[in-house]
């Protein structure tokens, strides 16, 4: 007599949700951390561009999109970055990476006294506000004649050889020093959002008379989320024109380069969103590269998607996407066990 025995294989056990994240990172950095032995300088160059760009993008929606403050004048602090640097060097004699988290303090330190100016207006008044403040220090760039006042400068051969010897391998150090600007400044806004200032921001954000009325101090929040986007916009500026190895004050404080690129980047991919600006910067350098031919229709193309978006799709791409997938990349709501995680923050 036979006897048939079933065997039920067990069940594979999912993964979870946070496995999956921690894997899906570690493929993005194993992927990225070995590009310069795969790929050329002028793959390179473009990370190098898109890796600033994303990280503008991410600093300027931790202001908008959750300070509420829509600031039209970080090139300010681009630009400021950037003459530190280059000031540093040819004052100096010291390596251009040495300038880096200079520029950052001196950005963090011009943005006190703009920040105390600038939060006496609000809304509309506050984005004009900050565009005229920005014009400012690019006219005042343009009075520094040690640094070529109104045609620039360039970086001494010098210290271009300080910073590596030929040219392929200074586009890496670059690219690393991209990368980890990058990720260091998503470190920062995903790791603050999560915290208790986190939440005042995002109460200050929703209703600023609400959050005071629970205890938040709403100016000191702002005032802080401001001084830390600029010492990390100055950082990013710096390496911006590091990269260029001339700077000039048009170049420096362009609304256009810093400012309206950064903005249609943040609206395409959803503002107010972790991961929006890195759906936007892909689509924003998908579109410079399909459409750069076309000149001045380039910028009005960009304009007319953005104002599309704004009116039929105001939570961008990411915030479209997350509903109809329901996912979530970098989660940062959290329970809360009582009201007063918003005292003081």
Known sequence: MNQTTEIQAAPAAALSP???RIAFVAVVFLAFASAPLWSGRAVLSLAVDMATILALAMLW??????????????QAFV????????????????????????????????????ALLLFRLRGPYFAVGSWVVAEIYLLLAAQVTALGGGSGTSLP?????????DRDLRQVVLYYIAMGVVCGTW???????RSRFGLALTAIRDSESAAASLGVDTRRVKLAVYILAAF?????????????????PDAAFSVQDWTADILFA??????????????GTAVYFLLRWAFSDLGSWYLIGLGLIAIAFML???????GVLSRRLRLTIFPIRRLLHSVHLLDRA
């Open 312 to 318: 039929l799709a105001p939570d961008g791409l990411w």
């Open 187 to 193: 470190l920062l806004t995903w790791s603050l959002l």
């Open 266 to 279: 943040v609206i395409i991919g959803g503002i107010g969103t972790v991961e929006g600006p890195f759906f």
């Open 61 to 74: 929606n931790l202001l908008a999109g959750y300070a509420g403050l829509i600031s039209m004048g970080q």
């Open 157 to 165: 051969m010098w210290a271009v050889r300080a910073l590596a010897p």
């Open 79 to 114: 630009g400021l970055g950037g003459y530190i640097l280059f000031g540093f060097v040819q004052s100096t004699g010291l390596s251009p990476l040495l300038g880096i988290p200079l520029a950052g303090l001196a950005a963090a330190l011009a943005a006190v006294p703009t």
């Open 232 to 248: 990390a916009t100055g950082i990013i500026g710096a390496l911006i024109f590091l990269a260029k190895l001339r700077i000039s």
């Open 18 to 20: 946070t496995a999956l």
